[in-house]
């Protein structure tokens, strides 16, 4: 299927029509409206510096950490907190309010129709998705077709979006997007000027570039997130296991983060992991490997995908965790080379 006219005179991908760009803006309050509340203008400034730029983010942070925001007192934090309060409604909703409010999620292809249907569409927004296996899996490929997939229209199963690209690894190769939107029949330069990109080399800058984020997020329409991958800079600034404590923590903390950007901007947040041995897996278990991160990654992940090498060039994902899939199916899809166009079905 040919994509529909998305390209300005410019070159630039058009990601939202006219009509679609106030159902966006519905999706959070902006913290400038926290001035029609009577909060001073110099306060609203301290929390776009602390990087929350939206009501919805300033509820998810704790009354704790925003009085240790500079200038913020007790008293200032209470009246901000109950201003926003009346800009949202952040209380109690019933079941089917809840179904009508998930109709606005997004799900976003992969580039293979097998692995699509084994997700249930495609990578879905307001959640983190994991993928996890070992070196030359595929998780990175996925990565780099997503970051093309996303800039496609709603109708073509896109995202309509842009995407912000967080690399620990330094495995992000621009001129692999240009074969993938080749593929898709988008233009390779609009492309990747809608991409973002970042290297982070402590876990601490990589948080700190998540903060910054949302900054960017309340101005454009990002629709995907990716870290690839989120547990490597942690197994090498911590180490030990008198640093294990320290570590999840941090770890918990940063992941956090990805679930309140995801709810609060609609993205899909999609970040790969590594695997360690797992030596208690038992001489039965033909592959004694398990996701790194332990429980507080687990728990943080809202469906976790295990990615494995095939014969050739396929490989196959299981649906290792989700709320709402099932669990053990697998599935083959095929990694291509860098002349071709990313993850496709195995058949293709």
């Known amino acids: 299927m040919a994509p529909s006219k998305q390209y300005e005179e410019g070159g630039q991908l058009q990601l939202l029509e006219a009509d679609r760009i106030e159902e966006e803006e519905e999706c959070f309050e902006s913290i400038d409206k926290l001035i029609s509340q009577g909060i001073n203008a110099g306060d609203v400034k301290k929390l776009q510096d602390a990087g929350i730029y939206t009501c919805n983010g300033l509820m998810m942070h704790t009354k704790k950490s925003l009085t240790g925001i500079k200038g913020l007192s007790e008293a200032k934090v209470d009246k901000i907190c109950e201003a926003a309060e009346k800009l949202l409604s952040q209380g109690f909703i019933t079941g089917s309010d809840l179904l009508l409010k998930r109709k606005s999620v997004v799900r976003i292809t992969t580039g293979s129709q097998a692995l699509d249907e084994l997700l249930g569409g495609g990578i879905e927004t307001l959640c983190i998705t ?6 030359r899996s595929g998780k990175t490929q996925l990565a780099h077709t997503l970051c093309v997939s996303t800039q496609l229209p709603i109708h073509m199963h896109g995202g309509n979006g842009k995407v912000a690209y967080i690399d620990t690894e330094g495995t992000f190769r621009p001129e692999r997007i240009v074969p993938i939107a080749e593929r898709f029949g988008m233009d390779a330069n609009a492309v990747l000027d809608n991409i973002i990109y970042a290297r ?116 196959v994902c299981k649906i290792f965790d989700a709320p709402n899939l099932p669990e053990g199916e697998a599935i083959s899809f095929c990694i291509l080379h860098v002349a071709s166009g990313g993850v496709m079905d195995a058949k293709d």
């Open 130 to 135: 994991e993928a996890f296996g070992e070196f």
């Open 200 to 315: 982070a080399y402590t876990y601490e800058h990589q948080y700190n570039l998540l903060l910054g984020l949302a900054a960017k997020m309340a101005e454009e329409p990002f629709r995907l997130l990716i870290v690839d991958s989120v547990i490597a800079l942690f197994r090498v600034d911590f180490s030990g296991r008198g640093e294990l404590a320290e570590r999840q923590q941090k770890l918990a903390q940063m992941l956090s983060r990805l679930t309140k950007i995801a709810e609060e901007f609609n993205v899909a947040v999609y970040i790969t992991n590594q695997v360690i041995a797992d030596p208690g897996g038992g001489m039965f278990i033909t592959d004694p490997k398990k996701p790194a991160g332990g429980h507080v990654l687990a728990h943080a992940a809202t469906i976790r995908l295990m990615l494995r090498k095939g014969k050739g060039e396929q490989r």
